[in-house]
């Protein structure tokens, strides 16, 4: 089974602070995403990667940044936490393939919370 | 990628078909239509995606309208484990296709 592992289930942090979130997936995949999901709001992209080193800016990228060193990992960067990027953070992977298997496989998410 | 457009919320009786509507008119000849599901503090799961004939596996049924321009997820025997929120989305499969963009879903509440 395709495994998407999110470093931590729950966060607290402090405004101010540099916060990271990691994210690894095993199935070799080359995009990988991140996003925040907000109560009414949906699913909303931050940042998502198709290739080691190569990001692209999503729908709310203010405030984030991300990196990916490594094709099995995508870290997602708070620079300096705030209150309203408390949030339940989600990361996902997928394949570049044509039509079939190209299906997003996703984290169980890391619910941060900044105080 | 072309937008979705869903209820917000749906509710079907246990052991009934639950089927679910997603709107896509503005969907590209090279877009697929993909369904995954969310149940309450997990990640997304993916359910079922399809181009323009109809699909079936394990956990649904995708029925594409000719025209393409909506769909329908159909759970053939909803169960109580089925509650959470759907999601349609429209994207394009392949290089150089990867964004992976949510809208807020359909809420399904699977009532006993």
């Known amino acids: 089974d395709v495994k998407v592992t999110q470093s931590s289930r729950y966060l607290v942090k402090r405004t101010g602070e540099k916060v990271f979130l990691e994210c690894v997936q095993d199935m070799d995949h080359e995009n990988m995403f991140w996003y925040r999901q907000d109560p009414g709001l949906g699913l909303r992209l931050i940042y998502f990667s198709y290739d080691v080193k190569m990001k692209e800016k999503g729908d709310i990228p203010e405030g984030y940044s991300v990196s990916r060193e490594k094709k099995e990992r995508f870290s997602l960067i708070l620079e300096s936490a705030s209150t309203n990027q408390t949030s339940m953070y989600l990361c996902a992977s997928s394949s570049s393939g044509q039509g079939l298997n190209t299906e997003a496989f996703f984290g169980q998410g890391t619910r941060l919370t900044v105080v | 990628d072309a937008k979705t457009t869903q209820p917000p919320s749906m509710d079907c009786a246990e052991g009934r078909a639950a089927n679910l509507p997603c709107n896509h008119s503005?969907?590209?000849?090279?877009?697929?239509v993909y369904w995954y599901r969310q149940i309450h503090s997990q990640g997304p799961q993916y359910i079922i995606h399809?181009?323009?004939n109809n699909e079936t596996n394990e956990m649904a049924s995708l029925i594409i309208t000719e025209d393409r321009k909506s769909s329908t997820l159909i759970l053939p025997h909803a169960t109580l484990r089925d509650t959470a929120v759907y999601y349609c989305i429209v994207r394009v499969a392949g290089a150089g296709s990867y964004q992976l963009t949510f809208g807020k879903g359909t809420k399904l509440s699977v009532i006993p």
């Open positions: 503005t969907i590209s000849g090279n877009e697929y």
């Open positions: 399809g181009l323009k």
